[in-house]
């Protein structure tokens, strides 16, 4: 069996996967609108992290270790970066007021979009960077094997995690009245400023108008799209196998509307989640910019990934449970 037959049977199974889950989810377990519960957002938390992990086995058994390490490693740091998302999902809900019941199929249709326009990225990303390295050359007794789309994304990540360490994402006023995705809705329908039973669309006096469910959707998803300039090039510095890159990322993403809810009340137990953050865009980049020198083993990227989540979440913990007691 050749690799591009081997890629082929990983899509399939990958489609089969999350197309089946996404349906009972959908249409079964959440059929009827209702306020998501915390044991029901573990439960599908855990189903969607078990099918992720689960998935990057059959990587390793189809593809060998490497191919598994960049898997993993894409999934971590996708899942890592995307719980910068629900930071602001918890403001958007909060600005326009979005009913308990009504918001996961807010994220559901948010994550439908998410996974069309990952595609679109993944796919125009990895072929811009196979265009565009330069020359080899020797410099010093080094080669150098320069990506110019590669070294400018390792750039903006180290800027990016600077950014984002100094920045303030907890903005209990931030106004999303002015919104690209507002803006595109209302330039095609007209907007009611109500929630109709968990409708897109309803009919007043016989004339259509969107209602404010599609609005919400709409800002969810161009926010989704705003932090995809941060993920999608940071995951390629671990790989440009489109197959490797596309699964890890869907895989990721999928499980944010759980952990939102899982979450949403718990955010203030992660204090240091943003530092870990920052320094993995910052790890990220400079992975990126060595590269044209030097290849870092993606085992040893998961590995660093991995301990700066863990050492992250380990501490914030520590000072939620120390300022709790005091």
């Given at each position: 069996?050749?690799?591009?037959?081997?890629?082929?049977?990983?899509?399939?199974?990958?489609?089969?996967?999350?197309?089946?889950?996404?349906?009972?989810?959908?249409?079964?377990?959440?059929?009827?609108?209702?306020?998501?519960?915390?044991?029901?957002?573990?439960?599908?938390?855990?189903?969607?992290?078990?099918?992720?992990?689960?998935?990057?086995?059959?990587?390793?058994?189809?593809?060998?270790?490497?191919?598994?390490?960049?898997?993993?490693?894409?999934?971590?740091?996708?899942?890592?970066?995307?719980?910068?998302?629900?930071?602001?999902?918890?403001?958007?809900?909060?600005?326009?007021?979005?009913p308990d019941k009504y918001q996961h199929k807010v994220l559901f249709y948010g994550i439908l979009g998410a996974i069309f326009f990952r595609a679109?990225?993944?796919?125009?990303?990895?072929?811009l960077i196979n265009r565009t390295y330069l020359p080899e050359f020797s410099w010093l007794g080094i080669n150098f094997h320069i990506n110019a789309v590669l070294t400018i994304?390792?750039?903006?990540?180290?800027?990016?995690?600077?950014?984002?360490?100094?920045?303030?994402?907890?903005?209990?006023?931030?106004?999303?009245?002015?919104?690209?995705?507002?803006?595109?809705?209302?330039?095609?329908?007209?907007?009611?400023?109500?929630?109709?039973?968990?409708?897109?669309?309803?009919?007043?006096?016989?004339?259509?108008?969107?209602?404010?469910?599609?609005?919400?959707?709409?800002?969810?998803?161009?926010?989704?799209?705003?932090?995809?300039?941060?993920?999608?090039?940071?995951?390629?510095?671990?790989?440009?196998?489109?197959?490797?890159?596309?699964?890890?990322?869907?895989?990721?993403?999928?499980?944010?509307?759980?952990?939102?809810?899982?979450?949403?009340?718990?955010?203030?137990?992660?204090?240091?989640?943003?530092?870990?953050?920052?320094?993995?865009?910052?790890?990220?980049?400079?992975?990126?910019?060595?590269?044209?020198?030097?290849?870092?083993?993606?085992?040893?990227?998961?590995?660093?990934?991995?301990?700066?989540?863990?050492?992250?979440?380990?501490?914030?913990?520590?000072?939620?449970?120390?300022?709790?007691?005091?």
């Amino acid at each position: 069996m050749n690799y591009f037959q081997t890629e082929g049977y990983a899509l399939i199974a990958f489609a089969i996967i999350v197309l089946g889950l996404l349906a009972l989810d959908l249409y079964v377990f959440n059929k009827e609108a209702h306020k998501v519960t915390t044991r029901e957002a573990f439960n599908w938390s855990m189903v969607w992290i078990g099918f992720g992990l689960l998935f990057g086995g059959y990587i390793y058994l189809d593809f060998g270790i490497e191919k598994a390490s960049q898997y993993y490693s894409a999934f971590l740091i996708e899942k890592a970066l995307s719980v910068d998302n629900l930071f602001v999902f918890i403001l958007v809900f909060r600005f326009f007021k979005v009913p308990d019941k009504y918001q996961h199929k807010v994220l559901f249709y948010g994550i439908l979009g998410a996974i069309f326009f990952r595609a679109i990225f993944i796919v125009s990303g990895v072929a811009l960077i196979n265009r565009t390295y330069l020359p080899e050359f020797s410099w010093l007794g080094i080669n150098f094997h320069i990506n110019a789309v590669l070294t400018i994304f390792g750039v903006f990540l180290m800027y990016a995690g600077f950014k984002s360490w100094k920045s303030d994402e907890d903005e209990p006023d931030r106004d999303f009245s002015n919104s690209i995705g507002i803006r595109l809705v209302k330039k095609f329908f007209r907007v009611d400023p109500n929630y109709h039973g968990g409708k897109f669309f309803v009919r007043i006096n016989g004339k259509k108008f969107a209602t404010q469910l599609l609005v919400v959707v709409a800002v969810i998803e161009f926010t989704d799209l705003i932090f995809a300039v941060d993920s999608i090039p940071a995951i390629f510095a671990i790989s440009q196998d489109p197959i490797i890159l596309y699964t890890s990322n869907i895989f990721a993403i999928l499980g944010l509307r759980a952990l939102y809810f899982l979450l949403a009340n718990s955010f203030d137990m992660f204090h240091y989640l943003q530092h870990g953050l920052s320094f993995i865009l910052g790890f990220i980049g400079f992975k990126m910019i060595i590269s044209a020198v030097y290849h870092l083993p993606s085992p040893v990227s998961l590995g660093v990934v991995f301990g700066i989540l863990a050492l992250s979440i380990a501490l914030s913990i520590h000072k939620y449970k120390t300022e709790k007691m005091s």
